[in-house]
């Protein structure tokens, strides 16, 4: 069985540039969330998909863009980075269904994301 | 690797005792709540969950005890090894709020 994979590992952008970040979800998992990791800090939700489309989306502006693909990879796509968007970006992968959140999320390994 | 947790409240225990981690949670509509364990570098790890219509549910090592009435979660780990040291999440369902997290070391 094949975990969650994220890339790149690590990154560095410029102020108000795009970055899109990349997830292959683990086989048999219909579900894909984004969360944001500040150092110090619990993974933030971002929003979820589930069969393409955006099912939840937590307190992040409209720049936090997605997409989830028939293969069930995904893509974080952020436009006019910001510093304060430093941060460990996580994919995590489930079987929830559409009007679920009961079941447990495998992470991958993240992105760390730096803005100067 | 990445270092999680710089500020994090610490428990520090002695090998081969019991760890208990708690967990205070601010929705009273979740129902579903679940245990992660982050080792630096690494993403969240599943270690275990738990339903709200249940109290207690026990893993290897592992046990998870939930009280509604004050929506508190603790997690227990019996034996503590130094592989067990680790940043440790609660996290509830409605929008998969996770925790601020514990950091867990062992010392010998």
Known sequence: ETGVTQSPTHLIKTRGQQVTLRCSSQSGHNTVSWYQQALGQGPQFIFQYYREEENGRGNFPPRFSGLQFPNYSSELNVNALELDDSALYLCASSRAGQSSYNSPLHFGNGTRLTVT | ?108
């Open chain 2, 1 to 108: 690797g990445e270092s999680v947790g710089l500020h994090l409240p610490t428990l520090s225990v002695q090998e081969g005792d019991n760890s208990i981690i708690n967990c205070a949670y601010s929705n009273s509509a979740s129902d579903y709540f679940i245990w992660y364990k982050q080792e630096s570098g690494k993403g969240p790890q599943f270690i275990i969950d738990i339903r709200s219509n249940m109290d207690k549910r026990q893993g290897q090592r592992v046990t998870v005890l939930l009280n509604k009435t004050v929506k508190h979660l603790s997690l227990q780990i019996a034996a503590t090894q130094p592989g067990d040291s680790a940043v440790y999440f609660c996290a509830e369902n409605g929008k998969l709020i996770f925790g601020t997290g514990t950091r867990l070391q062992v010392f010998p």
